[in-house]
């Protein structure tokens, strides 16, 4: 998730180093855990992690500058560790990686539980005991599949070049589209991942993912012709978002063609709204210019209020 | 009168040409901390094990006066961070009188667990061992007895073992789980300890360590001086009518571990260094009561 905050940062130098991105999803698929273990463990006080020694796998050297960046994150204390790191030892970072993988096929049969994760830990070769080290065990595996979930959405953002030729609204509503079916597989045991991130401990980090995944959609829609804010988009499209996921779970129609249709119908009637929020401030302005500032200031409160109300 | 004996000896140690006059047994062996007293290596072991002989059969009455009964809710969270699962190959070291064991078993076999699982897990219920090594026959004769008290007496996945921490029985590989509560501080080579802890667990196994520290917060240090020293062995003087072992118990905390070239106290820090050291990843450690208690842990790959 902080892969794609770091993209927009550095678009250029992202959209130059498109074959080092494999590489780059392998460290940031590693430090995903990583960053939400240590931002979910505030409530326990002083706990002071060590980090862990770094592994440098050879085929890392193609983005070897991406590293640079990511090494001024580390604390001066995985100098004295490097020595270890040259005996190959696996990483527990991408040991906790595919025992999380090797659990999604396990959800299925016993939703998204420890059980789950222990049963892979096996299928893996690890000892089980790996799960305890998870901090908040469910939730982890939760968020390792949203991320996943991210990452396969971007993947195809960057891969399909149909989707450009799409006017905005049904651009949003595509991509919405092709982000929920991701999900299908896992619908039966759905409603539990979700109650799973409504958990207080949970919330920072759930909320965190949904962002990211709401602000990825909107750059790939791309809609530059707004003067609408940038909270007012992603809370419109959050919303879209959750109520298409929450009417999802109670479909049963063939293949989910009554959740596209329904979400089809809110994107529409979300761009129709903006439109009219526009037309509304452009023949604001347009009367203002005419009457003075006063009728605009007016217009302009209500235009706020609108937001309000819609947002 | 502690403190003036600490410092004293550690400007004893400083002093190099005051060497000359300590106690013959220090310039000969390597010497280690028995408490605030320092004594020669091979003497500790025999020096902590007459302690804990002394206080095997009430030791948990003194654990509960020393604590204020706190030390359940630690030892409780130690094996909910542990998260036990069935089939599980556990070994509890220094765990005499099986404490933590108990814990894990009755965690492993709780019916609201079992009623979540796959039918599959009863067989692995079975094939649990928890392992209670522990250097001192007399913990382990206690530790049996309450067994027997809890209902576990017939119960083959506990396993009473005689042992060292610093040279286990055990094959390499073979455990999923290693703890130690409030017994590494007895241990004389505490890297020792570490690297067997490291060499018998399996990959993916864990290794949590619960143990007393240091409390570096002004007045709740003092506060905690004072009940450690003045109250604990008179406490334990009026309880057992031995002084001497609960002094050491005392001590040895403060002292926790020994670095007698340098004479200081480790850290909570030094000691997840020294646990990463030995092999271990994500070295963590959480504190509990304000520093007075913490849980180390680390993962081997």
Known sequence: ?311 | MATLVRSVARNLRRNKLSSMYCPASILHSHATSFGFKDVAEEEKSKMVGNVFTSVASNYDLMNDLMSGGLHRLWKDRLVSKLSPFPGMKHLDVAGGTGDVAFRILENIKNVKRRAMQDVLDDDLIEETRIYVCDINPNMLRVGKKRAEERGFGRDKSLVWVEGDAEALSFEDNSMDGYTIAFGIRNVTHIEKALSEAYRVLKRGGRFLCLELSHVDIPIYKDLYDFYSFSVIPAVGELVTGDRESYQYLVESVRRFPPQVELGYEMTKKQFAKMIAEAGFQKVEYENLVGGVVAIHSGVKF
């Open chain 1, 1 to 311: 998730m902080y892969r794609s905050a770091a993209k927009r940062l550095l678009p250029a130098f992202y959209r130059r180093h498109q074959n080092a991105i494999s590489h780059v999803r392998i460290l940031a698929a590693n430090r995903h855990t990583r960053f939400m273990t240590s931002s979910a463990t505030g409530n326990i006080p002083d706990h002071n992690p060590i980090p862990p020694p770094i592994s440098n796998p050879a085929d890392c050297t193609a983005s070897s500058s991406w590293k640079e960046e990511e090494r001024t994150h580390y604390t001066e204390t995985d100098e004295k560790f490097s020595s270890r790191t040259k005996l190959s030892k696996a990483h527990y970072k991408d040991e906790e990686a595919r025992v999380l993988s090797a659990s999604l096929p396990h959800v299925i049969r016993f939703g998204w539980t420890e059980t789950a994760m222990i049963a892979s830990a096996r299928d893996v070769g690890v000892s089980p005991s790996i799960v305890g080290s998870f901090p908040r065990k469910e939730a982890a595996l939760v968020e390792y599949f949203m991320d996943e979930c991210l990452e396969g959405l971007i993947d195809i953002i960057e891969s399909r070049k149909d989707l450009k030729n799409l006017i905005p609204s049904e651009r949003v509503a595509k991509l919405v589209r092709i982000r929920l079916e991701m999900q299908t597989p896992y619908i039966s045991k759905w409603a539990q991942a979700l109650s799973i991130q409504a958990q207080p401990l949970n919330v920072p980090t759930s909320f965190k993912q949904r962002a990211m995944l709401v602000d990825e959609i909107w750059h790939a829609v791309d809609d530059d012709a707004n003067e609408i804010d940038w909270y007012v988009k992603r809370t419109v499209l959050g919303g879209i978002y959750s109520t298409a996921e929450l009417y999802m779970l109670t479909d049963s129609s063939p293949d989910f063609c009554d959740t596209w249709a329904f979400l089809d119908a809110r994107t529409k009637d979300a761009f129709d709204l903006k439109k009219t929020a526009q037309e509304a401030q452009r023949l604001a302005e347009a009367i203002g210019a005419g009457m003075g500032g006063s009728l605009q200031g007016f217009i302009k409160s209500l235009h706020g209020l609108n937001h309000v109300w819609n947002g």
